[in-house]
Structures are given as C-alpha cells and as structure tokens.
C-alpha cells in the first residue's frame, strides 16, 4: 500500500488548523494534525517543502519505520515544529493502517482498556460569581472533573478566564489566540496571583464541596519557590493536579516544588519527545504527562513515553485544547483509551464551526470521551467547508510585569 497524494490542509473555521491528508495506491485516506498555535505557517512550510515529497510512493504500512526515518532523517532533532509534522505523519499512517483493517484505530493498540477517557472541562471566571456559573454550566453538560482559572483583582485580562462567557451556545471557551497581526500583551503580577488563588479554591470547595476532581493551569508562570507556595497553599484542596508550575526548561525546578508540597503536578504540553521527560520519570517529578499525539511525535511516540512513564506510576493528562484539532483529539482518544496509565483527557469543546470542517465520531457521554467505532480514527475532513474557512495569523498573547519586562505567558 504506497503513499500516492499528501496535502497539507490549511484552514480557520473559529481558529486555525493544519492537516494533513495522506492517500493511497487503494484510495485508503489518513488524517493527521499539526497544528501548532501561532507558529502555524511555519509547520506547512516543513511539511510542504521537507515532508511531502519524501512520502510519495512510501509503504504506508512502515509506521515506525517512517518515524525512525524523519526523525533521525532530520538530523536537526527535536523541537515543536519538528515535532508536530512527523505526528502528522505518523498519526495519518496509523489512520490509514487501521481503515485498512477495517477497524478503530484502538484495536491497533491493543482494544480497550476502558469504556471511555475521563474528561475536564474549561470553568473560568472575572470574579466568584462568574466563575461559579462557569462551574455550574459544565456540570450540567456532564463535565466529572473541572479546570478552574480565575481573574486576579487589579489585573486585567489573564489566561484561562473566557473572554466572554457562554457564546450564545452554552460554550464557555478560552480561546487564547487572538487573530493579530502581533501578539496582544497581558500584563502579570505573580503576588497578587499568588494572594488570589488559594482564596479561590475555598471558595469553589465551599460551594461544590469537596468530592468533585478540580485541577488549575498556572501557566509557567512561576519561580522554583514561588510554585512550592502555591502548590503548598492549594493541599487543604485536594486538587487533582496543578499544571505547569514553572517553565519547564529547567527540570531542576521541580526538585525544589517536590520537595515542599504533595499537591500533583502535571506537565508537558510545550515538551515534543520523550527526552523532555527523562528526568521527570526517573527521579517521580511529576504526577501526569500533558504531551498530546499532536506536539510529542505521534501515535507511536506518545505510546513510547506514556509507557515510560507507567514504570514510575505517572499516568496520562493530555492536552486537549482547541488548538489540538479533532483529528488531534480522536488521535489522544483512541490512544487513551487503550493504555493501562491513562489519567485524565483535557476537553475544550470545539466550536459549531471546527465541527462542520472536521466531522468526528467522537462523543462525550456521561463525562467520558468515546472514541468512534468506524474504521480508523473516525474523523473526515470537509473540503468544500473548509475552503470558507481562510487562514487568518494569529497569535498567542504575551505577558510584561508592570515595569515593562517580559514574563512567561
Ligand atoms: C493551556 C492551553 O489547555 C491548557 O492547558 O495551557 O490552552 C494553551 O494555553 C494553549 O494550548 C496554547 O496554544
Ligand atoms: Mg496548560
């Protein structure tokens, strides 16, 4: 089975998306995300100019092979690029292997360890009543496990809050990427988040008490000890995990956080291998893997390291904004629903628009995330919508403490 077309397929419907598309000598088609929000153009042009014409007339069954391939092939290793087109590949090939099989994707994978992927929504909110609504709202479209960010007195505008509540669709949707010609900038005061925060969750405890799994994204905002603080100030809470404490460069950091706090500690989203990872399993840094199939290599890659990490009893967290597409999401879903040390599935719901592009047989039921029972990763893409759909740039914002240096966003 040769690899005959490959298209890398650009749209916007709400965000912007990057796909590719590959198809067979028997017409059997693969779908695979590389969407890297912000940075899109960048992962078409290596894909276009580098990828593309490497795959024509390749057996589309040498999955591993093609990844050792454009790996190594590569010879610059690594990085979020790199990264996000050979997940593109790869999560395609397994699409068409598993078509071609004539069945979901999972079953390639070893079948079902679960009936579904538990999944957390999005809550936010400027201030406690806001964000209680926000709550409110995802419990009742069946959310089990709930993300909580908040505004900060005094500042204006910080990542997570929606910058408008339901849109109309009962929605409540972050989406961070505002369509610019350059980043918007946000303004950042670490005192007065770290003063906040903890504040917040006896809140939310005192209104939704103390059995519902709650978990909260600081966003790398945060020194070594500035984290072990907020980490040790959120354990009368009982948090499910508190998420990017600190840039994640230096892994050294989360020594310090460890020692100081027992609240678990998830990371990964902007890691792209499992080398990122080395460290963080073999010393027990961290408690859950945020790397989804989109940024970390793939279905093959994300299965090596989310195996790594079972040695160490650190279990699955993936990333699963908007920016990863649902041919990104199925890819997570199918994987995460078929290994042992799956932790817990991020879920921003996708705008009405996305949908009509990418058509999913994913569902969310009960608060779980079930992948489709059709062939494959069960995701189609619709040309015809697509095309009213251009790409717009957009970046992500970026964050300045108020004497004008920059921050981490
Ligand atoms: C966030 C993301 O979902 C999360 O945990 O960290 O929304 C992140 O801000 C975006 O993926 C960046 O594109
Ligand atoms: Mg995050």
Do not use: C
């Not at 310090?256 to 963080?280: K, M, Q, S």
């Amino acid at each position: 089975m040769l690899i005959t077309s490959a298209e890398v397929l650009v749209s916007s419907p709400g965000r912007n998306f990057v796909t590719l598309r590959l198809t067979t000598d028997d017409g059997v088609v693969g779908l695979g995300d590389a969407t890297l929000n912000g940075r899109e153009l960048a992962v078409v042009a290596y894909l276009a100019e580098h990828v593309v014409p490497l795959l024509i007339g390749k057996d589309a069954h040498r999955i591993e092979d093609m990844w050792q391939f454009l790996y190594r092939g590569a010879y610059w290793r690594r990085g979020p690029v790199t990264m996000a087109s050979i997940a593109a590949v790869d999560t395609a090939l397994w699409d068409i292997k598993a078509r071609a099989a004539g069945m979901p994707l999972y079953q390639l994978l070893g079948g079902r360890s679960r009936t579904g992927a538990l999944a957390y929504g999005h809550a936010s909110g400027a201030d406690l009543p806001e964000l209680f609504d926000s709550v409110r709202d995802h419990l009742e479209q069946g959310f089990r496990a709930i993300r909580i960010q908040s505004g900060i007195p005094g500042l204006g505008t910080v990542y997570g809050v929606a910058s408008s509540a339901a849109d109309g669709a009962g929605r409540y949707d972050h989406e961070p990427a505002r369509r610019s010609a350059a980043p918007v900038e946000e303004v950042w005061d670490t005192r007065a988040y770290l003063r906040h925060v903890p504040g917040v969750f006896e809140a939310v405890r005192g209104e939704f008490g103390a059995e519902l799994p709650l978990l909260h994204d600081a966003h790398h905002r945060l020194t070594p000890i500035q984290a072990a603080k907020l980490g040790k100030s959120l354990e009368p809470f009982d948090l499910f995990w508190l998420e990017d404490v600190t840039p994640a460069e230096n892994t050294a950091a989360l020594r310090r956080v460890r020692e100081h706090t027992t609240t678990p500690l998830a990371i990964g989203e902007v890691f792209n291998t499992i080398w990122d990872y080395r460290e963080l399993f073999e010393e027990q840094l961290i408690d859950y893997v945020r790397s989804p199939v989109t940024h970390a290599g793939g279905i093959t890659a994300l299965r090596r390291i989310l195996d790594y990490a079972g040695v160490y009893q650190i279990k699955s967290g993936v990333h699963g904004p908007t920016d990863i597409s649902p041919v990104g999401l199925a890819a997570s879903l199918h994987l995460g629903v078929a290994i042992p040390n799956f932790g817990i599935q991020e879920y921003m719901t996708h705008s009405a628009a996305t949908d009509e592009v990418f058509r999913s047989q994913v569902r969310f039921e009960g608060g779980l995330l079930v992948p489709g029972e059709g062939p494959g990763l069960g995701v189609v893409y619709d040309d015809d919508v697509a095309a009213g759909h251009p790409y717009t740039a957009a970046y992500l914002p970026i964050n300045r403490l108020s004497d004008g240096s920059m921050h981490d966003w």
